[in-house]
């Protein structure tokens, strides 16, 4: 390897061993909060955590940041991105309280398959038919995973669905603002999340022993340094080359779950996440294959 690509390999390979620290860090958040919430409303437990990470985040922010936010032509667009993406947060939160993690991360797999359909209908973007097949494979992979007419179809599994159409169309509005910073992006995520759990706040709230206090905080930590560390990866290294490595979510989700609550993905869990992940494998390949033409 020549001395001017061996910078570039380097960040690269750093990149990616980030991008699987924050995606174990967010899994471990999300069992983390699946723990607390067997004692702690949802709504409290997203409180906890959005009002930790504005903490953490918001001396980050510049005031070109907000300026370059009032300002901007996308400024509707960001409303309903933060308000898309605080409620999917809730949905993904409220989804796993009833369904094993796994379940939950083999639902949101589809997400960004479903950008691939959702770009071409509002952002104009060329999808050829190699890439609409594998949205429909992706799909099918859904069907499988929620196992119609089984035991899995139920309320949880639907909320989870719903937020995971969410996740995808926040994931669209990104794509139109890429003049944003990553900060202001999270902290204005944050924001929203923080808002909508506030308003539920009357409705369920439990004091937290100081052992729960502890674990509320620690979520709301760890699932913020997890965010840092997934824009830290995509700064070091092409998103073509990072984005593959956030399926290993299924397996960090699998594997918590086995060991925290002792639950067992169902076969067709597996085989969904695995056509998921092929479909999802096979777009992001086919967007490598653009780039060089």
């Known amino acids: 390897m020549s001395a001017e690509a061996r910078p570039a390999a380097n960040r690269t390979l750093a990149g990616i061993a980030i991008t699987l620290l924050g995606v174990f860090v967010f899994a471990f958040s999300n069992a983390m909060a699946k723990l607390v919430m067997h004692h702690a409303p949802v709504g409290e437990t997203l409180f906890a955590r959005s009002t930790v990470a504005l903490l953490m985040l918001a001396p980050f922010l510049t005031r070109a940041d907000f300026t370059r936010l009032r300002t901007g032509p996308d400024w509707p667009l960001h409303m309903v991105r933060c308000v898309f993406s605080g409620i999917e947060v809730g ?22 398959i479903y950008v691939t359909a959702m770009s071409a209908v ?13 949205v429909i494979v992706g799909f ?6 929620l196992r119609p007419g089984g035991q899995a179809l139920g309320p949880h599994v639907l909320v989870a669905v719903g937020g995971s159409l969410l996740y995808a169309v926040s994931l669209v509005a990104v794509r139109r603002q890429r003049d944003t910073s990553n900060t202001m992006l999270v902290v204005s995520q944050v924001a929203a999340l923080n808002l909508f759990s506030l308003l539920t706040l009357p409705f369920g709230w439990v004091m937290p022993t100081p052992l729960e206090a502890g674990m509320l905080l620690f979520v709301g930590v760890v699932s913020t340094v997890g965010y840092l560390c997934v824009n830290r ?7 073509s080359v990072v984005v593959p490595f956030n399926y290993v979510s299924i397996v960090y989700a699998a594997v918590l779950g086995y060991l925290l609550f ?8 597996i085989a969904g996440a695995l056509i998921i992940v092929g479909a999802g494998l096979f777009i992001l390949l086919r967007e490598r294959v653009k780039e060089r033409t």
Not at 91 to 112: E, K, M, N, R, V
Not at 262 to 269: I, S, V
């Open 122 to 134: 509002f952002l104009r973007e060329q999808v050829g038919w190699r890439r609409w097949t594998a």
């Open 262 to 269: 002792d639950d067992t993905p169902a076969p067709a869990t």
């Open 233 to 239: 990866g995509l700064q070091l290294a092409p998103a």
């Open 140 to 145: 099918v992979g859904v069907v499988v995973a």
């Open 91 to 112: 949905c993904y939160y409220w989804a796993i309280t009833g369904i094993q993690l796994a379940d939950a991360s083999t639902i949101y797999l589809a997400g960004p």
